[in-house]
């Protein structure tokens, strides 16, 4: 397991569609272990695998958030039992710095796949909720910052201009939610 560097916003990576994974071999099992060891060297909450730059389906959450049970999910799809929402401050590993609210689902029904295969379900709210729609979001090249109100937008927008990393083309690379 190897602790990876974190693509950052601007990277055209973040912005794709992940594949699905077809391969449940060795290969699918290290990229596993280096988003664990690379989420647990940043201290983060959750990790997809097209922040390290690998376009497949698949991320990792702490697994302090799911109470040591599991802490990845291969292939996942959402499901929302019921309409209640949330609201926090969220950040992105990838977007270093910058922490605005974001609402969320409150409770997230997800299956996918366990890194060997097995057919899993995760049945999460609150922050393990939030974690999973935030980490969802990335295999769709979705980032925290398309889910902001207007208002928000422009909070961002001020917030970016005034980052040391700010490159100048990051903002043209925001997209707006395919998703309600
Ligand atoms: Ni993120």
């Not at 693509?7 to 990576?13: F, K, Q, T």
């Not at 994974?21 to 201290?43: A, P």
């Not at 917030?159 to 490159?167: I, K, N, V």
């Amino acid at each position: 397991m190897t602790v990876v560097p974190i693509r950052e916003l601007g990277d055209p990576v973040l912005r794709e569609s992940a594949k699905p994974v077809t391969d449940f071999d060795g290969e699918l099992r290290r990229l596993i272990g280096d988003l664990r060891e690379t989420l647990r060297d940043s201290g983060g909450a959750g990790l997809a695998a097209p922040q390290l730059g690998v376009g497949l389906r698949v991320f990792v959450w702490s697994p302090k958030l799911s109470h040591g049970s599991l802490d990845h999910l291969v292939n996942p799809v959402l499901d929302f039992p019921d309409e209640e929402e949330q609201d926090g401050v969220e950040g992105c590993l990838s977007i270093p710095g910058v922490y605005l609210d974001t609402r969320r689902r409150m409770n997230v029904v997800a299956k996918g796949f366990t890194r060997r295969g097995d057919p899993v379900q995760v049945v999460g709210d609150g922050l393990l909720a939030r974690c999973i729609q935030h980490e969802a979001d990335h295999l769709d090249g979705v980032l925290f910052i398309d889910r902001l109100t207007p208002a928000q937008q422009e909070q961002w927008m001020a917030t970016l201009r005034s980052a040391s990393w700010f490159d100048g083309n990051a903002m043209a690379k925001i997209k707006h939610s395919p998703h309600q």
